[in-house]
C-alpha cells in the first residue's frame, strides 16, 4: 500500500484497510445495483456512492443514534432508518418514494420545531449546517408544527462556547459524543422532561460542570446550538450586530416566511454564506501541545480565530482537548517576541536582525576558533518541526563541527527509546492508537493519559466503556485513567521494574508465558530467566507494598488477554532506573507474545508535539537523522558526501552533560531553540546557574520566556501556525502544517532563522521551503526514504519507517523486530531502588507531571484567557489525611523545601494522592517544581529523575483562595450513562415513528 487509505465502516475509520472486493455484498437501491463491505451500514453505504438521503442525527464518527428519524427507507415495504440499517446481500432499498420521503419530511418538522431558522444572520451558515442543508433536501418550504421556544435561558457560563435551548433540536449528538467518544460523560438529554434540553452535570451550568471543553459536543452539533464564542457576531456579515437588531431581522425573516417559503430565504442566506468564503480561511494544522498528533483546519478571519474543527484527523477523528481545541490565544498575544533583543549589562536592547544575526555568527566564529567547535552546543526544540530540528542538527554538526546536539526528550523519551532499540529494535510505538483500542487489555504504567494525551485516552475510556477492554492502571496517583480501572496499582515510588519482573517471573515458572512466540520470535530466554531469581511475587510485595493475590491477579489477566498494550510516559521514564523499567516492560510484553499484531504492543507516549521527530531529526548527540549513528564511518560518509564537509564522530554532549560542561568551564557558548529549558529542566537552580557562566547565549523563542533572562541575544521566532513543516506523533504518524498566518512582522520561523545563521557561517543552504529540507533529509535516512510533501498533502499522513515506494507501517514488526537476525531480544535488567530517598528532614514524596488545561510551565496556555480562568495557577496536591495530621486546608500557603532548592505554593487537598506524596503540576514560572527536583539521572540516558523528590513540607500562617476555582472541571459530578439513551425518546407520549401522519407535539 502507498499510504494509509481510510474506509469507513459503520461509522468507524479504518485506516489501511484494503479494500475488499472479494467479500463484497450486491444491494439494489433504488433499482441501481451496488456492492457494501461486509458489515456496512446503510447509510454509509448511500453517502459513498453518492445518493443523498437526509441524515440528521447521524455522525460516522458516532454511529447510530436514532434520534432524528430522518433517513427513513423503504425496504420490503416498511420503513426503517438507513443508519440503523446493516446491509446484507440481496436487499432492495427504495430512497425515492414518496412514502419515504414524507416520512423523512415529517420527521424534520418535528425536528424545526425546536429551531427557528435565521440562516442568513447565524454564524453557522457556512455551507456546513446541518439543519439548513436538510431543510434544502427535503425541500422544506413551510413547518407543519410552528417553532415553539424553550423555557430555558441561553447557557454563557464557558469561556469558550455557549448553548442555546431555543436552537437545540435534541439531536442527540453532542449527548454521544460525550458520553461515549470524549467519555466525559457530562451531558445527557432529560427525555421525561415537558421541555428536553441537554443536560451539564445532569441540571449544572456549564461553567459549574465536569465539562472539560473539550470541543467534542460543539464540533459534532448540526447546528448553532452549540457554538464557539469566538465565532459569535464574527463569521457572518450580518451577524455582528446588537441583540435588538438581530432579534428585528430575525422577526423580518420570519415575517415574510409564510409568503415566500424556505426556499428563497435559503437562497438569500445561501448568497450570503457564499459572500463569508472570500474572508473565512480555513487551514489545516497538527495541534503544537502533546503527542498525539490530533490535526483539524484552523476557521480564521484575519488574524481571529474563529474555530478550530476537526473533522476527519487521521489520529484523532473529530477529537480535541482543550488545548488544541481553544488553547490558540497566545498566537496574537501581545508580548509576543518581535525584535531581536541584545543582552547590555543586565538589560536587553532592541536591534534589527542583521545585527543580531552577524553578532550570533561572529561570536560562534570566534568561541570556534579559540575553544574549538565542542566549546558550542546546540538544543532543538520537540515544538518545532522536523524540518527544523534537521537544520539546527545540521548546523552544529556540518557547519560548527561538533555533536553537541539535543533535544528536550532527553528529560522525558530517551529512557523508553533505549528500552525499545535494547528489545525490539525500533524507538518508537509498536502500532498505532488504533491498534490501542482494539486491546482486550491495557495496561497504563506512570501516566495521567487522560490529562497529559488526552484524545489517546478518550480511545482506551471508550474501548472499555462500550467494547469490554480491560483496564489496569498502575500510578501513585488515582487519576481519572485509575479511577475507571478494573485494577489499580499504587506501588511504592521507583518500584515499577519490580512488580514488572516478578509478574514476567511468575508467568515463566507457571506455563502462562507464550512459549511459541519465544520460540520463533525471541533471543537471550535462558540468560533472561536466570536474572529473574531475585524477582519473587513476596519480593515485588514487600518492595512495592502491593498484595500478592493482586499481582497474581495482574498475571493472569495478562496470560489471558487475547492482546495486551502497555502504555507508559513519565512516571516510568524520570525515574533513576527509567532505561530499565522501559527495558522490563518491553520484556513483559515478549514473554506474553504480545507483540506483530493488532491490539499488542509498547506504547511510551509521548509528551511534546514533536518530541518523536525532533530525535528522528538527528537532534541527539549519538546519532544523525534517522537513529544512525555518529560512530559509523558508512553513515558518517554518506553524510559527508552530501554535505561536502567532515564529520566529528565522537559521540556529543547531551541537554544534561552541557549543563555540566558550562559548569566545568569546557563549554562556553549554548544555542536553544524553543525550550524554556531554565525551569523544565531539573533542579532548576543549577541550571538557571549554568546558564549565567556562559560566554555566548542565543535563546530562540516567541514569548521572552524565563530562560531568556539568561541570554545574551533573543530571537524572535514564531509558532506553529505561522509556519510549514512536518510534526512527527508518539505513533510514528508524519503530518504536514500549513501556515495559518504570516509570521507577526519582526519574527521569523526557526528553520529560516538557523538558515541565516548557517549562511553567515558560509554554509551556503538555499533551502527556500521546507520541502526541499524534508526531500533532504529522507534522501539520508532509510528510515524517511519514502518521505515527501506530495505523500503528505491535505489530511494524507505517513508512519514510519517508509520505503522509498512510499508504503509506511502502522504497525512495526508484522513480519520480524528490527534486528539482523529479525529476531527480538529479551535484556536482562536488575533493580537498585531510587537513589532519591525519603529521611526524616525530607519526609515527603514529591511527584510531579502535567494538568490537562495547561501545557508544561504554561508559558502559552497561560495566555489563553479562559483556560486562565478554569486553572489559574499551580498548587500541590495533598492527601486528606496529611492534610489532617499539618493542619492543612486548600488554599494554605506552603514552602515546600528539597535539598535543591524551595518553592511557595498553595495547598490543594484530595484523595486522589494518598498518604505522604505530594502531587504538584508542573505549570507555573514562578514556582516551578523544578526547583525542587535534582540532577539525579538515569545512567543510561541522563535523563533526569523528575520523579523522585523529598521534600520538607513548612505550613505558613497565610491562607489564600483554593487554588482552583469552582469553574474548575474537576468539581463537577458527570452523570455518566448508555449514550443518548433515544429509548427513552420513544416512550414518550407525544412520540411516534414516522409514515402515520403528524402528531401534535404537546406544548
Ligand atoms: S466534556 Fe464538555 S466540551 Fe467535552 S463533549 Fe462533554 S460537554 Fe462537550
Ligand atoms: S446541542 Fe446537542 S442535542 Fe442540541 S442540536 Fe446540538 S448536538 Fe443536537
Ligand atoms: S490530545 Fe494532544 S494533540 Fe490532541 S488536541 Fe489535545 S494537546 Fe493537542
Ligand atoms: S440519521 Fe438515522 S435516525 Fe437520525
Given at each position: 500500500m502507498a499510504m494509509n487509505t481510510i474506509t469507513i465502516v459503520n461509522g468507524k475509520r479504518n485506516e489501511?484497510?484494503?479494500?475488499?472486493?472479494?467479500?463484497e455484498i450486491p444491494v439494489l437501491i433504488d433499482g441501481s445495483r451496488h456492492t457494501a463491505q461486509p458489515g456496512e451500514r446503510l447509510v454509509d453505504l448511500i453517502n459513498r456512492v453518492g445518493l443523498k438521503l437526509s441524515q440528521v442525527c447521524y455522525h460516522h464518527q458516532l454511529?447510530?443514534?436514532?434520534?432524528?428519524?430522518?433517513?427513513l427507507v423503504e425496504i420490503g415495504g416498511q420503513l426503517v432508518r438507513a443508519c440503523a440499517t446493516t446491509v446484507t446481500s440481496g436487499m432492495s432499498v427504495t430512497t425515492a418514494s414518496s412514502k419515504a420521503h414524507a416520512a423523512r419530511q415529517e420527521a424534520f418538522d418535528r425536528i424545526l420545531v425546536n429551531h427557528m431558522?435565521?440562516?442568513?444572520?447565524?454564524?453557522?451558515?457556512?455551507?456546513?449546517?446541518t439543519v439548513h442543508n436538510t431543510t434544502k433536501l427535503l425541500a422544506?418550504?413551510?413547518?407543519q408544527i410552528p417553532f415553539k421556544k424553550k423555557p430555558y435561558a441561553v447557557d454563557n457560563t464557558n469561556p469558550f462556547y455557549r448553548y442555546d435551548p431555543d436552537q437545540c433540536?435534541?439531536?442527540g449528538r453532542c449527548v454521544e459524543a460525550c458520553q461515549n467518544?470524549?467519555?466525559?460523560?457530562t451531558l445527557s438529554i432529560?427525555?421525561?422532561?415537558?421541555h428536553p434540553r441537554v443536560q451539564w452535570d445532569g441540571g449544572s451550568t456549564i461553567g459549574e460542570s465536569?465539562?472539560?471543553?473539550?470541543?467534542h459536543c460543539i464540533t459534532v452539533c448540526?447546528?448553532?446550538?452549540?457554538?464557539?464564542?469566538?465565532m459569535l457576531g464574527q463569521a457572518?456579515?450580518?451577524?455582528?450586530?446588537?441583540k435588538e437588531s438581530l432579534d428585528g431581522m430575525i422577526d423580518v425573516v420570519k415575517d415574510v416566511e409564510p409568503e415566500t417559503g424556505y426556499g428563497a430565504i435559503l437562497r438569500l442566506s445561501e448568497i450570503e454564506s457564499a459572500m463569508r468564503e472570500s474572508r473565512i480561511r480555513r487551514t489545516k494544522t497538527v495541534c503544537t501541545?502533546?503527542?498525539?498528533?490530533c490535526s483539524f483546519d484552523v476557521w480564521t478571519k484575519d488574524r481571529h480565530i474563529l474555530k478550530v474543527e476537526p473533522a476527519d484527523?487521521?489520529?484523532n477523528g473529530v477529537s480535541t482537548c482543550i488545548k488544541g481545541k481553544f488553547g490558540w490565544d497566545y498566537v496574537n498575544?501581545?508580548?509576543?517576541?518581535t525584535k531581536p533583543l541584545i543582552r547590555e549589562g543586565d538589560k536587553f536592547r532592541e536591534a534589527s536582525w542583521d545585527e543580531a544575526l552577524d553578532l550570533v555568527a561572529r561570536r560562534f566564529t570566534e568561541i570556534k576558533a579559540q575553544?574549538?567547535?565542542?566549546?558550542l552546543a546546540f538544543i532543538s526544540s520537540s515544538k518545532c518541526t522536523n524540518e527544523e530540528s534537521y537544520l539546527m542538527q545540521k548546523l552544529a554538526r556540518?557547519?560548527?563541527?561538533?555533536?553537541?546536539i539535543d533535544n528536550c526528550?532527553?528529560?522525558?523519551q530517551a529512557p523508553a527509546t533505549t528500552g525499545l532499540f535494547r528489545t525490539v529494535?525500533?524507538?518508537?510505538?509498536?502500532?498505532s492508537i488504533r491498534d490501542i483500542e482494539n486491546a482486550s487489555l491495557v495496561l497504563i504504567i506512570g501516566s495521567n493519559t487522560a490529562e497529559s494525551h488526552p484524545v489517546l485516552a478518550t480511545r482506551v475510556k471508550r474501548a472499555h466503556k462500550l467494547h469490554g477492554q480491560k483496564l489496569i492502571v498502575s500510578d501513585l496517583r488515582e487519576n481519572e485513567m485509575a479511577r475507571r480501572a478494573d485494577i489499580f496499582l499504587h506501588p511504592k515510588?521507583?518500584?515499577d521494574l519490580v512488580w514488572l519482573s516478578a509478574i514476567t517471573r511468575y508467568l515463566l515458572e507457571n506455563g502462562l508465558a507464550h512459549d511459541d512466540f519465544l520460540r520463533q520470535w525471541v533471543n537471550g530466554l535462558d540468560e533472561y530467566k536466570k536474572t529473574?531469581?531475585?524477582?519473587t511475587m513476596e519480593f515485588a510485595s514487600q518492595t512495592c507494598g502491593l498484595p500478592v493475590e493482586t499481582l497474581e491477579k495482574v498475571a493472569h489477566m495478562i496470560a489471558e488477554a487475547s492482546g495486551v498494550c502497555i502504555l507508559w510516559a513519565m512516571g516510568v521514564?524520570?525515574?533513576?532506573?527509567g532505561s530499565d523499567t522501559s527495558t522490563a516492560i518491553s520484556n513483559l510484553l515478549l514473554v506474553t507474545g504480545n507483540?506483530?499484531?493488532?491490539?499488542t504492543g509498547a506504547y511510551p507516549l509521548r509528551g511534546h508535539n514533536n518530541v518523536q521527530g525532533a530525535g528522528d531529526s538527528g537532534?541527539?548527540?549519538?546519532?544523525?537523522?534517522?537513529?544512525?549513528?555518529?560512530?559509523?564511518p558508512e553513515v558518517r560518509a554518506r553524510f559527508e558526501s552530501a554535505w561536502k564537509v567532515k564529520l566529528p564522530s565522537t559521540k556529543g554532549l547531551d541537554n544534561h552533560q552541557m549543563v555540566d560542561a558550562i559548569h566545568e568551564g569546557k563549554l562556553k557558548s549554548l544555542y536553544l531553540e524553543?525550550?524554556?529549558?531554565?525551569?523544565?529542566?531539573?533542579?532548576a537552580n543549577h541550571v538557571a546557574a549554568a546558564f549565567s557562566k556562559l560566554d555566548f547565549f542565543v535563546v530562540q523563542d516567541i514569548f521572552f520566556s524565563t530562560?531568556?533572562?539568561?541570554?545574551?541575544v533573543v530571537l524572535p521566532a514564531t509558532p506553529s501556525l505561522e509556519k510549514e513543516g512536518t510534526f512527527t506523533s508518539t505513533e510514528r504518524r508524519i503530518q504536514r502544517l500549513y501556515q495559518?498566518?504570516?509570521?507577526?512582522?519582526?519574527s521569523r520561523p526557526d528553520w529560516k532563522i538557523t538558515q541565516d545563521i548557517a549562511n553567515r557561517l558560509n554554509a551556503n543552504w538555499n533551502y527556500a521551503h521546507p520541502s526541499e529540507i524534508m526531500s533532504e533529509m529522507a534522501s539520508l535516512a532509510p528510515m524517511l526514504a519514502g518521505v515527501n510533501y506530495e505523500r503528505l498533502e491535505g489530511y494524507k499522513s505517513l508512519q514510519w519507517p517508509v520505503a522509498a515506494d512510499g508504503s509506511d507501517q502502522p504497525?512495526?514488526?508484522?513480519?520480524?523486530?528490527?534486528f539482523p537476525d529479525g529476531k527480538a531480544r529479551l535484556f536482562p535488567v536488575s533493580w537498585s531502588g531510587p537513589v532519591e530517598k525519603s529521611n526524616t528532614e525530607f519526609d515527603l514524596h514529591l511527584n510531579n507531571g502535567r494538568l490537562l488545561?495547561?501545557?508544561?510551565?504554561?508559558?502559552?496556555?497561560?495566555?489563553v484567557k479562559g483556560i486562565q480562568e478554569k486553572t489559574p495557577d499551580t498548587f500541590v496536591e495533598i492527601s486528606p489525611e496529611l492534610a489532617q495530621e499539618r493542619g492543612v486546608q486548600s488554599g494554605t500557603w506552603l514552602l515546600l523545601i528539597s535539598r535543591y532548592g524551595q518553592v511557595r505554593v498553595r495547598a490543594l487537598v484530595t484523595d486522589r494522592v494518598s498518604g505522604r506524596e505530594l502531587y504538584m503540576p508542573m505549570?507555573?514560572?514562578?514556582?516551578?517544581v523544578n526547583r525542587l527536583t535534582?540532577?539525579?539521572?538515569?545512567?543510561?540516558?541522563?535523563?533526569?529523575?523528575?520523579?523522585?523528590a523529598s521534600v520538607h513540607m513548612q505550613v505558613l500562617p497565610e491562607i489564600g483562595e483554593t487554588?482552583?476555582?469552582?469553574?474548575?472541571?474537576?468539581?463537577g459530578h458527570p452523570t455518566p450513562q448508555h449514550?443518548?439513551?433515544?429509548e427513552r425518546k420513544w416512550k414518550r407520549p407525544d412520540y411516534h415513528f414516522p409514515g402515520n401522519g403528524l402528531v401534535q407535539i404537546k406544548q
Amino acid at each position: 500500500m502507498a499510504m494509509n487509505t481510510i474506509t469507513i465502516v459503520n461509522g468507524k475509520r479504518n485506516e489501511n484497510s484494503p479494500t475488499e472486493s472479494s467479500a463484497e455484498i450486491p444491494v439494489l437501491i433504488d433499482g441501481s445495483r451496488h456492492t457494501a463491505q461486509p458489515g456496512e451500514r446503510l447509510v454509509d453505504l448511500i453517502n459513498r456512492v453518492g445518493l443523498k438521503l437526509s441524515q440528521v442525527c447521524y455522525h460516522h464518527q458516532l454511529g447510530p443514534i436514532q434520534t432524528c428519524d430522518t433517513c427513513l427507507v423503504e425496504i420490503g415495504g416498511q420503513l426503517v432508518r438507513a443508519c440503523a440499517t446493516t446491509v446484507t446481500s440481496g436487499m432492495s432499498v427504495t430512497t425515492a418514494s414518496s412514502k419515504a420521503h414524507a416520512a423523512r419530511q415529517e420527521a424534520f418538522d418535528r425536528i424545526l420545531v425546536n429551531h427557528m431558522l435565521y440562516c442568513t444572520v447565524c454564524d453557522n451558515n457556512n455551507g456546513n449546517c446541518t439543519v439548513h442543508n436538510t431543510t434544502k433536501l427535503l425541500a422544506i418550504e413551510h413547518q407543519q408544527i410552528p417553532f415553539k421556544k424553550k423555557p430555558y435561558a441561553v447557557d454563557n457560563t464557558n469561556p469558550f462556547y455557549r448553548y442555546d435551548p431555543d436552537q437545540c433540536i435534541l439531536c442527540g449528538r453532542c449527548v454521544e459524543a460525550c458520553q461515549n467518544l470524549q467519555v466525559n460523560e457530562t451531558l445527557s438529554i432529560n427525555w421525561e422532561d415537558p421541555h428536553p434540553r441537554v443536560q451539564w452535570d445532569g441540571g449544572s451550568t456549564i461553567g459549574e460542570s465536569s465539562c472539560v471543553s473539550c470541543g467534542h459536543c460543539i464540533t459534532v452539533c448540526p447546528c448553532n446550538a452549540l457554538m464557539e464564542k469566538s465565532m459569535l457576531g464574527q463569521a457572518g456579515f450580518f451577524t455582528g450586530i446588537s441583540k435588538e437588531s438581530l432579534d428585528g431581522m430575525i422577526d423580518v425573516v420570519k415575517d415574510v416566511e409564510p409568503e415566500t417559503g424556505y426556499g428563497a430565504i435559503l437562497r438569500l442566506s445561501e448568497i450570503e454564506s457564499a459572500m463569508r468564503e472570500s474572508r473565512i480561511r480555513r487551514t489545516k494544522t497538527v495541534c503544537t501541545y502533546c503527542g498525539v498528533g490530533c490535526s483539524f483546519d484552523v476557521w480564521t478571519k484575519d488574524r481571529h480565530i474563529l474555530k478550530v474543527e476537526p473533522a476527519d484527523g487521521p489520529t484523532n477523528g473529530v477529537s480535541t482537548c482543550i488545548k488544541g481545541k481553544f488553547g490558540w490565544d497566545y498566537v496574537n498575544a501581545p508580548d509576543r517576541l518581535t525584535k531581536p533583543l541584545i543582552r547590555e549589562g543586565d538589560k536587553f536592547r532592541e536591534a534589527s536582525w542583521d545585527e543580531a544575526l552577524d553578532l550570533v555568527a561572529r561570536r560562534f566564529t570566534e568561541i570556534k576558533a579559540q575553544h574549538g567547535p565542542d566549546s558550542l552546543a546546540f538544543i532543538s526544540s520537540s515544538k518545532c518541526t522536523n524540518e527544523e530540528s534537521y537544520l539546527m542538527q545540521k548546523l552544529a554538526r556540518a557547519v560548527i563541527g561538533t555533536n553537541n546536539i539535543d533535544n528536550c526528550s532527553r528529560y522525558c523519551q530517551a529512557p523508553a527509546t533505549t528500552g525499545l532499540f535494547r528489545t525490539v529494535g525500533y524507538g518508537g510505538d509498536s502500532g498505532s492508537i488504533r491498534d490501542i483500542e482494539n486491546a482486550s487489555l491495557v495496561l497504563i504504567i506512570g501516566s495521567n493519559t487522560a490529562e497529559s494525551h488526552p484524545v489517546l485516552a478518550t480511545r482506551v475510556k471508550r474501548a472499555h466503556k462500550l467494547h469490554g477492554q480491560k483496564l489496569i492502571v498502575s500510578d501513585l496517583r488515582e487519576n481519572e485513567m485509575a479511577r475507571r480501572a478494573d485494577i489499580f496499582l499504587h506501588p511504592k515510588p521507583a518500584t515499577d521494574l519490580v512488580w514488572l519482573s516478578a509478574i514476567t517471573r511468575y508467568l515463566l515458572e507457571n506455563g502462562l508465558a507464550h512459549d511459541d512466540f519465544l520460540r520463533q520470535w525471541v533471543n537471550g530466554l535462558d540468560e533472561y530467566k536466570k536474572t529473574l531469581a531475585p524477582f519473587t511475587m513476596e519480593f515485588a510485595s514487600q518492595t512495592c507494598g502491593l498484595p500478592v493475590e493482586t499481582l497474581e491477579k495482574v498475571a493472569h489477566m495478562i496470560a489471558e488477554a487475547s492482546g495486551v498494550c502497555i502504555l507508559w510516559a513519565m512516571g516510568v521514564t524520570q525515574q533513576s532506573q527509567g532505561s530499565d523499567t522501559s527495558t522490563a516492560i518491553s520484556n513483559l510484553l515478549l514473554v506474553t507474545g504480545n507483540y506483530m499484531r493488532t491490539g499488542t504492543g509498547a506504547y511510551p507516549l509521548r509528551g511534546h508535539n514533536n518530541v518523536q521527530g525532533a530525535g528522528d531529526s538527528g537532534a541527539a548527540p549519538n546519532t544523525v537523522p534517522g537513529y544512525q549513528s555518529v560512530d559509523d564511518p558508512e553513515v558518517r560518509a554518506r553524510f559527508e558526501s552530501a554535505w561536502k564537509v567532515k564529520l566529528p564522530s565522537t559521540k556529543g554532549l547531551d541537554n544534561h552533560q552541557m549543563v555540566d560542561a558550562i559548569h566545568e568551564g569546557k563549554l562556553k557558548s549554548l544555542y536553544l531553540e524553543g525550550e524554556e529549558m531554565a525551569i523544565v529542566d531539573s533542579n532548576a537552580n543549577h541550571v538557571a546557574a549554568a546558564f549565567s557562566k556562559l560566554d555566548f547565549f542565543v535563546v530562540q523563542d516567541i514569548f521572552f520566556s524565563t530562560t531568556c533572562r539568561f541570554a545574551d541575544v533573543v530571537l524572535p521566532a514564531t509558532p506553529s501556525l505561522e509556519k510549514e513543516g512536518t510534526f512527527t506523533s508518539t505513533e510514528r504518524r508524519i503530518q504536514r502544517l500549513y501556515q495559518v498566518f504570516e509570521p507577526i512582522p519582526g519574527s521569523r520561523p526557526d528553520w529560516k532563522i538557523t538558515q541565516d545563521i548557517a549562511n553567515r557561517l558560509n554554509a551556503n543552504w538555499n533551502y527556500a521551503h521546507p520541502s526541499e529540507i524534508m526531500s533532504e533529509m529522507a534522501s539520508l535516512a532509510p528510515m524517511l526514504a519514502g518521505v515527501n510533501y506530495e505523500r503528505l498533502e491535505g489530511y494524507k499522513s505517513l508512519q514510519w519507517p517508509v520505503a522509498a515506494d512510499g508504503s509506511d507501517q502502522p504497525l512495526l514488526y508484522t513480519k520480524k523486530f528490527n534486528f539482523p537476525d529479525g529476531k527480538a531480544r529479551l535484556f536482562p535488567v536488575s533493580w537498585s531502588g531510587p537513589v532519591e530517598k525519603s529521611n526524616t528532614e525530607f519526609d515527603l514524596h514529591l511527584n510531579n507531571g502535567r494538568l490537562l488545561e495547561h501545557f508544561h510551565e504554561g508559558n502559552l496556555t497561560y495566555r489563553v484567557k479562559g483556560i486562565q480562568e478554569k486553572t489559574p495557577d499551580t498548587f500541590v496536591e495533598i492527601s486528606p489525611e496529611l492534610a489532617q495530621e499539618r493542619g492543612v486546608q486548600s488554599g494554605t500557603w506552603l514552602l515546600l523545601i528539597s535539598r535543591y532548592g524551595q518553592v511557595r505554593v498553595r495547598a490543594l487537598v484530595t484523595d486522589r494522592v494518598s498518604g505522604r506524596e505530594l502531587y504538584m503540576p508542573m505549570n507555573s514560572t514562578e514556582s516551578p517544581v523544578n526547583r525542587l527536583t535534582s540532577s539525579i539521572t538515569d545512567p543510561v540516558t541522563h535523563t533526569p529523575a523528575f520523579k523522585e523528590a523529598s521534600v520538607h513540607m513548612q505550613v505558613l500562617p497565610e491562607i489564600g483562595e483554593t487554588p482552583l476555582p469552582r469553574v474548575n472541571p474537576r468539581f463537577g459530578h458527570p452523570t455518566p450513562q448508555h449514550g443518548v439513551e433515544v429509548e427513552r425518546k420513544w416512550k414518550r407520549p407525544d412520540y411516534h415513528f414516522p409514515g402515520n401522519g403528524l402528531v401534535q407535539i404537546k406544548q
